[in-house]
Each structure stands twice: as C-alpha cells, then as structure tokens.
C-alpha cells in the first residue's frame, strides 16, 4: 500500500503542474500577441504532438523498464518546462510545449501498464476513484496556485519553474517503486534482429488481433472514447458559450468552472470510499448516461443556475464512468500489450479531437454556438443511452474483476 501512496502523490504533484503550466502559458501567450489565435495553438499542439508520438511509443516502452522510462520522462519534463523560462520568443514556447507533450506520450504509455502490475485486482476501483480525485482536484488547484503566484510575483515565470519543481519531484519519488519485467518476447525468434518498421508493424497487428479478441472491450472502449472527444470538442467552445449565450462575466464564468472540478471530486471521492458496492457495469452505464444528461443541460441553460447544476451533475458521473473504465480497461487488457494498444487507440484519439474541435468552431461561426453545443451534447446523449443499455444487458454476466490473461 505504501509504494501506492507514493504513485499516487506523485501523479497528484506532477498533475497540480499541468494545470499551473496550462493557465501560465496562456497568460504568457495572450500578454505577448494579444492575439486569441496564437492561444488556441496552445490547445491543438498537445494533439499534434501525441498525434505524432503516440503510433509508436507504446512498442518502446512496453519493451523496456517501465518504472525507468516514467523516470526519464519526469525529469526530461522538467528541464524542458525550465527551459520555456528563458524562451524569448512565441514559436520557441510552442517547440518546448510540443517536446513536453511528446515525451509525456511515453510515459502515458508505461503508466497505464504499471499500475496494473502495482495495484491488486481488489484495489483498482478505489485506487483509479482517488486518481480521479487528484486528478479533478489538480483541476481546481493548478489555477489557483497559478493565479496566487502571478499576483504574487507580477509574472508567470515563477509559475513555470514551480511547474518544473513539480516533474522533478514526481521524477524523484518514483525511485522508490519497484520494477516490473514484462513477460513479453522481446522480438521474434529469428537469427537476425527484424528492422524496427517491421517490429511496429507485427505490434500494430497483435494490438489489432488483442481488441478484435474482446470485442465487447472494444465496443464500450469506442463508445466512451468518442464520447469524451465530442465532450472534449464542446469545451473548446464552453468560455464562448459562457459569455455570448449566457452573458456571463469572468468571475461568474470561473464559478462555473469551480462548480464542474468540485463535481468531479465529489464523484470520485464517491467512488474511492464505496468502490465495493458497485459494479464496473453500474459505473460505466449510469456514469455515462447521466454525465450526457449533464452536459445536455448545460447546453440547453439559459442562466448561470441551470448551467452550474449541468456541469455539477456532469462532473459527478462523468468522474464515476471514468473511474469505472479505468478499471475495465485494467481488467481487460494484459499489461504487457497496453502500449502496443495505445499505438492504434491514441492517434485515433488525437485526430478526432482535432477534427472535431476545428468542426465546432466552424459550426459556432456558421450556425452559432448554442446550436453547436447542443448538436454536440445531444450526439454525446445517445452515445451515452447505447453505453447504459450495453452495461444493462451486460449486467446479467458482471464484468469480471480479475485480470484477462494474453
């Protein structure tokens, strides 16, 4: 339990430092250009560049020491973080933002695996439930430390190398966890070693053949990942929406955020003390019908209201299917071969973000954004109401919690 503690309280440092680094760049960018273009490159570059990284870091690290690479990874972050202290010009911040994000691809890629060695198969729920907490709660934190420490000091550059401190800290408490080896055959059995396009190949393949092997996986897992980029497309447009269509002023608009972070810590608080007495198919099912609700809500408010009960009840069971699909997606998929999978789920993950972030501003202009935002969140409700009725119908043969060998 003790190296749990420990993982945990370095995600939940390394996590307050990316909300710290988000809010500080986009002061830093805005106060520079005055120009809202440059900060929405902000938002697309970490796309491109996991876009980029992501087809085949999985096939890296899952033949490596995973504990080692979240290691480097760390603490590369931080002196690249560091570095974007000294950066003079825009085009220099937006490089050191693309090799932040590209190297996090490798330690997303170790991570998902790691836990699942780490934490037992009766843990899980709880454990994922108190990451979603620290995750929400870095949602809520990260800009309030950001914002103290720019009124603080008159500058971001504090902020920034505070974010660096972080990554090193998290590097640093990483060195107690144990190792794991995985059971992987390092390449095939052959005289000569294959060429690294033909090893990524055969990787593409096995990932391909695992998700074709659990196609209820595979189903619930594109159902919930669609949702979450649609989801994730409606919020580009959200501060949009909060000013044009509900007149909001900063700090009402800022509230409302508070609202949707608190939403997510309650739900996943919820779930890390009551774990045992629900079902993954009962945090899936009603997480994603419900969160749909929510966001259905807010989309169709009129008043700051209506919207803060939208993003409290979105928040609450949106908190509570991602803690249960954490789980899910640990029980379904042998940790030996989750990188290789997030060689194929993660691009498609990104470009649809990307596609469909540029789609909704282009409908918000065209046909305005409460159209847009509606058209979005209903797409998001039916996906929703097709999750509850797999869950529903799965419910009969519960999802079982234990570990699904190759």
Not at 40 to 63: C, E, F, H, K, N
Request: charged fraction near 10%; charge should be positive; proline fraction near 3%.
């Amino acid at each position: 339990m003790a190296h749990i503690t420990v993982y945990l309280a370095a995600r939940g440092v390394s996590q307050i430092g990316d909300f710290i680094l988000l809010i500080a760049v986009n002061i830093w960018v805005l106060n520079i250009t005055h120009s809202p273009t440059a900060v929405s490159i902000l938002w697309i570059i970490p796309a491109l560049a996991q876009l980029m990284v992501s087809p085949w870091a999985g096939s890296i690290t899952d033949r490596l020491n995973r504990r080692s690479v979240m290691i480097v990874t760390e603490f590369i972050r931080a002196a690249l973080i560091a570095g974007m202290t000294i950066s003079a010009h825009v085009w220099l911040l937006y490089l050191l933002l693309f090799f932040v994000n590209g190297v996090g691809s490798f330690f997303s890629a170790s991570s998902a695996p790691y836990v699942t060695y780490l934490v037992p198969n009766h843990r899980r729920k709880r454990v994922n439930g108190i990451r979603g907490a620290l995750q929400s709660g870095a949602i809520v934190v990260g800009p309030a430390v950001t914002g103290l420490i720019v009124n603080l000091t008159g500058g971001i550059s504090s902020a920034i190398w505070i974010d660096a401190i972080t990554f090193f800290v998290s590097a640093v408490s990483l060195f107690v966890l144990p190792s794991f080896k995985s059971s992987l055959e390092e390449a095939p059995n052959t005289k000569e070693k294959p060429a690294y396009f033909r090893v990524w190949v055969l990787d593409l393949r096995k990932a391909m053949q695992v998700l074709r092997q659990r196609a209820f996986f595979t189903f619930v897992l594109s159902l919930v990942t669609l949702s979450g980029v649609i989801g994730a497309a409606t919020d580009s447009q959200e501060v949009v929406f909060a000013k044009g269509v509900l007149h909001l002023s900063p700090s009402q608009y800022s509230f409302l955020v508070s609202i949707a972070g608190a939403g997510y810590v309650f739900g996943a608080i919820f779930v890390a003390i009551l774990a045992n007495k629900f079902s993954l198919n009962i945090l899936i099912g009603v997480g994603s019908l419900f969160g749909s609700v929510g966001f259905v809500m807010y989309a169709f408010s009129h008043s700051l209201g209506i919207a803060a009960i939208g993003f409290v009840v979105l928040g609450i069971f949106i908190s509570l299917s991602s803690s249960g699909f954490s789980t899910f997606y640990q029980m379904s998929l042998p940790p030996e071969y989750m990188g290789r999978v997030a060689n194929v789920t993660t691009p498609i993950t990104q470009g649809l973000i990307i596609v469909l972030t540029v789609t909704a501003g282009f409908m918000a202009d065209a046909i305005g954004v409460r159209m847009m935002t509606i058209g979005f969140t209903i797409c998001m409700l039916l996906l929703g109401i097709t999750t509850f009725i797999a869950m529903l119908f799965q419910h009969s043969n519960p999802i079982s919690e234990s570990h699904t060998s190759a």
